[in-house]
């Protein structure tokens, strides 16, 4: 069963306006973390933002933050002031305990993606 | 930026003949895995390695295997290529297990099974 769920395959956004990726996620665990990745068109994975199942706080990191509602079990990335660089592959993933309970050795599993795309 | 390489970066080969992709890192970190990139599917793992010589499967690890002799080498091997494993690899690394743990990953590797 799809664990990560992300519903737009592609996001348009005007430059300095702020846009919403959708996350949504499946899990039995109360414990667990929360990644997002920007893959640019040259390929590489990009760590932006990490939120903890726990954390009482959204995380935020620069002009990006995090919507983190456990009990809909949605995390949705929010970019703010959008720029043209931020044209790109966003991957929601999880993570689940790797502890004595666990055996997924810190194993990520992601979404299928969403490509923002940043209009001048 | 962590320190990890894979190589080759690009490949072009044929159907049933055999595969070998090399991830390498400098950190040190005990953690390595090795997922596929496929439009549609996001990044999905195939093989992880939780130590010098202790490798598990992922979600998709038939017509895999791999290895690990040196906690800075860990190695992806298609046994017999078909056109169904063209898709993009990549490695990643990670020191601990703990839940923030960030992962970080390596440039990619193309490869196209003909």
């Known amino acids: 069963a799809q664990k990560i769920t992300q519903t737009q395959p592609g996001m348009f956004v005007q430059e300095k306006e702020a846009v919403t990726l959708d996350c949504t996620y499946d899990?039995?665990?109360?414990?667990?973390?929360l990644f997002w990745y920007k893959q640019p068109s040259s390929g590489e994975m990009i760590f932006l933002i990490y939120?903890?199942?726990?954390?009482?706080q959204n995380a935020t990191e620069g002009r990006y933050s995090l919507n983190f509602q456990k009990a809909r079990k949605s995390a949705n990335l929010v970019i703010s002031a959008s720029q043209l660089g931020d044209s790109a592959m966003y991957f929601c993933?999880?993570?689940?305990?790797?502890?004595?309970?666990?055996?997924?050795?810190?194993?990520?599993?992601f979404g299928q993606g969403t490509i923002l795309t940043v209009h001048p | 930026d962590a320190g990890i390489t894979q190589s080759p970066r690009h490949k072009v080969t044929e159907t049933g003949t055999p595969v070998t992709l090399r991830c390498h890192q400098t950190?040190?970190?005990?953690?390595m895995y090795w997922y596929r990139q496929d439009p549609g599917h996001g990044l999905r793992l195939i093989h992880y390695?939780?130590?010098?010589?202790?490798?598990d499967k992922g979600e998709v690890s038939d017509g895999y295997s791999v290895s690990r002799s040196k906690t800075e080498d860990f190695l992806l091997t298609l046994e017999s290529a078909t056109s169904s494993q063209t898709s993009v690899y990549f490695c990643?690394?990670?020191?601990?297990?703990?839940?923030?743990?960030?992962?970080?990953f390596g440039p990619g590797t193309r490869l196209l099974v003909l």
């Open positions: 990643a690394i990670s020191g601990g297990l703990s839940l923030r743990e960030t992962q970080y």
């Open positions: 899990t039995s665990d109360q414990s667990y973390g």
């Open positions: 939120q903890g199942s726990y954390d009482e």
């Open positions: 993933a999880m993570r689940e305990p790797s502890g004595a309970g666990g055996t997924s050795y810190g194993k990520l599993t």
């Open positions: 950190e040190n970190h005990r953690y």
């Open positions: 390695s939780y130590g010098v010589k202790d490798t």
